[in-house]
C-alpha cells in the first residue's frame, strides 16, 4: 500500500508523464551549457527509475551530481541526490535514501528553494511512514505544508493533505485522516484538479472500506474512477482498480474483485510499472488462496516473487514470501480433509520463506510487515505442534502490538511535539536566513561548545571505561576468590579423603604385617626360651630384634599419623611416676643387659607419689628417650632421672632426664633430630637402624601435655634429653604404699586367664608366655565368643585376655555382653588383643568396656605388664 503512494506522489509531483528516452537523449545531446546537461541527465535518471531500470537510474544521477559539482551548480547536486535517494527508496533502502534525501533537502534549504524542500521533506516523510515511524513522518509533512501555505502552492499542499491523511489512516485515527483528505479536495476542487480530486476520492473510498462502509466506499471509488476516466486515464487507475477491488474482495464478492484486480493488473503492464504488476499478482493469488486454489494462488504468488526478485526489492520480497507461506500453511493444514493435490509442503520450506521474511520485515521495520510476518509464524508453529515457538511468536507479536498501542496512545503527546519541533525548525530556519552573522558566531560557538562536548565526551568515555575495567577487574577478582575458594574446598575434601585413604591403607598394613609378625615373634620367643642348639640362639635372637625393629617402625608411623590427625587423646588419671619409671627401667634391662650398658633409675625421696595425668604417654616417651640412650651408647651408662622443677599449689613442674654416655649429637644437628623421619646422620641407620621417627612423636607427646622436650650433648661424651612436664599431685596419697608390683610377683600367682582366641596358633604363644612367666597360672581358651560368654560365666576368670575377630560374638560384643551382666564379676579386667592397632579401634576397645589394648604381634614384656598393673589395681580397688 505505502509504495503505492510513493509511486503516485512522485508522479505527480515530479511530472513523470514527460518525454521519451529517445528525446531525452536527443536534448542531452544539443544541450548547451553544463548546467543544462546535468539537469537532463537529471531527468533521464528519473526516467530510468520510473521504467524500473534502477542500476542506469543510480548511474546517471551519479553522473548529473558529478558534473553539478565540478561546475558548482547547486541546484543540479541537489537534485541529484534527490535522485539517488529515489534509487534508494525504491529498493527500500531506508537509511540511504534518508542520507541523500537529507543531503539534498540542505543544498535546497541553502538555495531556498521552497518548492523543492517541502517536495523533498515530503518524500523524507514517506520513507518515515513506510517504516512506521508516524509521527517522524508528521513532522516532515507538517513542515513540508507550511511552506507549501507561505508560498501558496496550493497544488502541493493538497498532496501534502494527502500524505497526512494517508499517516493518520495507517495510525488508525480515520476521522483525523478523512478531514485531511477533505482538506486536499477542497484544494483540488478550487484549482479544478480532476485528477487530484480523483485520487483524493481514491483515498477517501479507502478509508470507508477499512471503516467497513461498503456502500460509501464504492461510491467514492465509482466517482474518483470516472474522474479518471474523463481526464486521463492516468496511471492512478492502477490504484483506483486495486482499491475497487479490494472494496470487492472485503465484502466477499470474489468473481468482481478477481475481475477488478486483473484490470489493475493488465493496466500496470501496459505502464511497465513492475512494481505494480507484482502487487496485482498479490492481489489475485489472495483471492485464490481464499477460495482454496493452492496452486493458483502459488502460481501468482511465485509470479509476483519472481518480479520482486529481479528488481531487489526488500519489502516485495518479504510480502511474497508471506504470501507463499500462507497458502503453504493452508494446504499443510487442509491435509487431513484432503489428499488431492501435491504432496504436503515440508517444514523447512515454510519456515525458511518465513525466516527469511522476518528477517527483511525487521531490516524495514515496518509494522504490518512485522505483525503479519509473526501471525504466520505462530500459525505455522501451531501447525507443526510447536507449541513452544508459537507462544514465542505470539508473544512477541503482543510485544509489537503492546508498543504500537503505546505510540497509539502518545499520539496526541507526538502531534504536540511534532508542532514544538516544527515550529523550533523553522525559527532555526528563520534566524540562519536573517543573521548571516549571528550564524558564523553560532557555528563558531557550536564549533567550541562541540569540542567541549568531544573532550567532555572523551573524558567521560575515559571515566566510564576505567569505571567498567575497575568492575571488570572487581569481578575477575571475586570470580577468582570464588574459583579459589571452591578450589580450597575441594582440596580440603581431597585431602580429607586422602586422608580416610590414607588410615584404611594403614590399618590394613598393619593388620597384615602383624598378623605373620605375631607367629614370627610368639615362635622366636618360645623357641630362645626352650632348648636349642648355641649356634641357633644368635639367629634366634637377630630374628627377634628384627621383628621387635620392625614393630616399633609400624608403631612410630601410626603414632604420628595419630598425632597428626589429631586423634590422640590424652587420658587424666592417677600414678605413680616412680612406678612408671621402675616399669620402663624393667622393660629395659634386658636391652641394656644385651649392651653391657648400665641403666640407673633415679627417683628423689620427697618426689609426690600420684600425680593426675597420661602415664602411658609419658612411659611412652621416656622408653623412647631411653631407648635412644641405649641404641647411642657403648659404654658406660644410661640414667633416668626425675625431680620436682618447681610448683604452683597442687601443680608440680616435674623434670625428666634421660642421659647417657654414648655418641652425643654434633650441635650442628640438634635442631634437626626433632624433625620426622630425620637423624643426626646418614650413617646412623646403617649403624643403628631407626626411622628418625621416635623424637618427631615423643616431642609432640609432651607439647601436647603442656611440657617441654630439649637436648644438651657433646660429641664423644654423651647426651641429655630432658622433659618437663607439670601434673597436679593428689595430696590424700598414702606415701607408705608399696609401689605396684612387677610382673612373676607374687600376686600373679595362680592367676586364673581366660583366653578368648580362635587362632590356634595365637593360642600356643599365649600358653607358653604365660604358662612360662606366670606361676601356677590356670588357663582356659575359647575359640569362639559364645564359647567365651559360657567359659565366663562358669568359671569367673580373674583376667580375659580377649581377641576381637571372633566367630560368632566379635569381641566388642562379647565385652559389652559380660559388661551389661550386672552380676558381681563384671568388674573383671579384659585385655582387647588386636591386630588392628590403629587409634580408632583402640577407642572402640575402650567404649565396649575393656581395660587394656595390647596390639598383635604382642610383645610378653607389655602384656605381663599390663595384666600386674590390672590385677593390682583390682586388688587395690578391692582393699
Ligand atoms: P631413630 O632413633 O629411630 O633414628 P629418633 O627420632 O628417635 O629416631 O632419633 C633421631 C636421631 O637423633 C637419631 O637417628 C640420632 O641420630 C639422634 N639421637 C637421638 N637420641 C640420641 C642419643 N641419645 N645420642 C645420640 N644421638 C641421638
Keep these: 500500500m505505502s509504495l503505492l503512494w510513493a509511486g503516485l506522489f512522485l508522479a505527480q509531483g515530479l511530472n513523470a508523464q514527460g518525454p521519451t528516452m529517445v528525446s531525452l537523449l536527443d536534448e542531452l545531446q544539443s544541450a548547451a551549457d553544463d548546467s543544462t546537461r546535468v539537469n537532463v541527465l537529471n531527468r533521464i535518471a528519473l526516467k ?79 520513507v518515515y511512514k513506510n517504516t512506521s515511524s508516524f509521527d517522524t513522518a508528521l513532522v516532515y509533512f507538517y513542515r513540508s505544508r507550511e511552506i507549501l501555505r507561505a508560498i501558496g502552492d496550493d497544488q502541493e499542499l493538497a498532496a501534502t493533505f494527502n500524505l497526512i491523511g494517508l499517516v493518520y489512516g495507517a495510525w488508525g485515527d480515520y476521522e483525523e485522516s478523512l478531514e485531511n483528505f477533505m482538506a486536499a479536495m477542497d484544494l483540488y476542487q478550487s484549482a479544478g484538479n480532476a485528477l487530484g480530486m480523483s485520487l483524493t476520492y481514491n483515498h477517501i473510498g479507502s478509508i470507508y472500506c477499512m471503516l467497513g462502509e461498503y456502500g460509501k466506499a464504492e461510491d467514492y471509488l465509482d466517482i474518483a474512477l470516472s474522474l479518471n476516466m474523463e481526464v486521463g486515464p492516468t496511471r492512478d487507475l492502477i490504484d483506483i482498480y486495486t482499491e475497487l477491488g479490494m472494496l470487492y474482495q472485503e465484502s466477499g464478492r470474489s468473481q468482481e474483485a478477481m475481475a477488478t484486480y486483473e484490470k489493475s493488473l493488465n493496466l500496470a503492464r501496459y505502464y511497465n510499472n513492475l512494481r505494480k504488476m507484482a502487487e496485482g499478482f ?57 489428499t488431492e493435490g501435491a504432496p504436503a509442503p515440508s517444514r523447512e520450506m515454510i519456515f525458511n520463506l518465513l525466516g527469511d521474511a522476518l528477517q527483511e520485515a525487521r531490516t524495514i521495520g515496518n509494522y504490518t510487515d512485522l505483525v503479519e510476518t509473526y501471525e504466520t509464524l505462530v500459525r505455522a508453529s501451531a501447525a507443526f505442534s510447536e507449541y513452544g515457538d508459537a507462544v514465542m511468536y505470539q508473544e512477541a507479536l503482543y510485544k509489537l502490538k503492546d508498543s504500537v498501542a503505546g505510540a497509539d496512545q502518545n499520539r ?48 567521560l568515555v575515559i571515566l566510564i571505561i576505567g569505571l567498567l575495567n575497575r568492575m571488570a577487574f572487581m569481578n575477575r577478582a571475586r570470580r577468582e576468590l570464588e574459583q579459589k575458594n571452591r578450589q580450597i574446598e575441594t ?103 644385651e649392651k653391657g650398658v648400665d641403666l640407673r633409675i633415679e627417683i628423689p625421696d620427697h618426689l609426690p607419689e600420684t600425680v593426675i595425668g597420661d602415664p602411658i604417654r609419658l612411659s611412652q616417651v621416656l622408653m623412647n628417650l631411653a631407648g ?84 644438651t650433648s657433646e660429641p664423644g661424651m654423651g647426651s641429655c634429653f630432658f622433659v618437663e612436664l607439670d601434673y597436679r599431685v593428689e595430696e590424700r596419697e598414702d606415701r607408705s604404699r608399696k609401689r605396684d608390683p612387677g610382673p612373676g610377683e607374687e600376686v600373679l600367682k595362680g592367676l586364673k586367664v581366660l583366653i578368648v582366641e580362635d587362632d590356634e596358633f595365637n593360642v600356643m ?99 605381663l605388664l599390663k595384666i600386674n598393673q590390672l590385677i593390682s589395681k583390682q586388688q587395690y580397688a578391692g582393699k
Design 48 to 126: 530510468h527509475l520510473e521504467l524500473n531500470q534502477f542500476n542506469k537510474g543510480l548511474e546517471r544521477s551519479r553522473e548529473a551530481y558529478e558534473l553539478a559539482r565540478k561546475t558548482g551548480y547547486l541546484r543540479g547536486e541537489a537534485l541529484s541526490w534527490y535522485h539517488i535517494a529515489l534509487y534508494h527508496d525504491y529498493r527500500n533502502q531506508s537509511r540511504e535514501a534518508l542520507d541523500a534525501y537529507s543531503t539534498s533537502l540542505h543544498t535546497f534549504e541553502y538555495l531556498d528553494d521552497s518548492v523543492n524542500m517541502a517536495r523533498t521533506m515530503n518524500s523524507i516523510g514517506l
Design 765 to 863: 604363644v599365649l600358653r607358653d608366655t604365660l604358662s612360662t612367666a606366670l606361676e601356677e597360672v590356670r588357663l582356659e581358651v575359647a575359640t569362639d565368643g559364645r564359647a567365651a560368654l559360657d567359659l565366663w560365666a562358669a568359671g569367673e576368670p580373674d583376667i580375659i585376655l580377649l581377641d576381637i575377630e571372633l566367630p560368632e560374638m566379635n569381641g566388642h560384643e562379647v565385652a559389652r555382653a559380660i559388661r551389661r551382666s550386672g552380676r558381681t564379676g563384671n568388674g573383671v579386667p579384659i585385655i582387647a588383643m588386636t591386630a588392628n592397632a590403629l587409634p580408632r579401634e583402640m577407642e572402640e576397645c575402650f567404649n565396649s568396656g575393656m581395660n587394656e589394648f595390647i596390639p598383635k604381634p604382642f610383645d610378653p614384656d607389655d602384656l
Design 628 to 711: 635412644n640412650g641405649i641404641k647411642f651408647t657403648d659404654e658406660g651408662h644410661v640414667t633416668i632421672a626425675v625431680q620436682v622443677a618447681g610448683r604452683e599449689e597442687d601443680r608440680f613442674r616435674f623434670r625428666f632426664e634421660v642421659r647417657d654416655t654414648g655418641i652425643g649429637i654434633p650441635p650442628d644437628r640438634v635442631d634437626r633430630i626433632f624433625r620426622s623421619f630425620t637423624q643426626a646422620d646418614s650413617e646412623t641407620t646403617r649403624k643403628y637402624g631407626g626411622t628418625g621417627l621416635g623424637l618427631t612423636i615423643s616431642k609432640q607427646l609432651v607439647e601436647m601435655q603442656g611440657g617441654h622436650l630439649g637436648v
Design 412 to 459: 496526541s503527546l507526538a502531534e504536540l511535539q511534532t508542532r514544538f519541533e516544527r515550529d523550533r525548525q523553522e525559527q532555526e530556519i528563520m534566524l540562519l536566513k536573517s543573521e548571516k552573522k549571528v550564524q558564523e558566531a553560532r557555528m563558531r560557538q557550536q564549533r567550541i561548545e562541540r569540542i567541549i562536548y568531544v573532550l567532555g565526551g572523551i573524558s
Design 282 to 338: 498479490d492481489n489475485l493469488g489472495r483471492v485464490y488462496h481464499s477460495q482454496a486454489k493452492y496452486a493458483e494462488a502459488l502460481q501468482f504468488f511465485n509470479r509476483a516473487l519472481d518480479i520482486r526478485r529481479d528488481l531487489g526489492i526488500s519489502h516485495g520480497l518479504m510480502v511474497s514470501r508471506v504470501n507463499i507461506a500462507g497458502v503453504y500453511l493452508s494446504q499443510v493444514e487442509s491435509m487431513g480433509a484432503s
Design 491 to 593: 582440596e580440603k575434601h581431597k585431602a580429607e579423603n586422602s586422608e580416610q585413604v590414607k588410615e584404611q591403607f594403614l590399618s590394613k598394613m598393619n593388620h597384615e604385617i602383624r598378623i605373620p609378625m605375631t607367629t614370627i615373634v610368639g615362635s622366636v620367643n618360645i623357641l630362645l626360651k626352650n632348648k636349642h642348639l648355641d649356634s641357633q640362639g644368635k639367629y634366634l635372637s637377630a630374628i627377634r630384634q628384627s621383628s621387635e625393629n620392625l614393630l616399633v617402625i609400624i608403631d612410630d608411623i601410626l603414632d604420628l599419623t595419630s598425632l597428626e590427625a589429631g586423634r590422640v587423646k590424652l587420658e587424666a588419671v592417677p600414678f605413680s611416676i616412680a612406678g612408671e619409671l621402675d616399669n620402663i627401667g624393667q622393660m629395659l634391662s634386658f636391652k641394656a643387659a
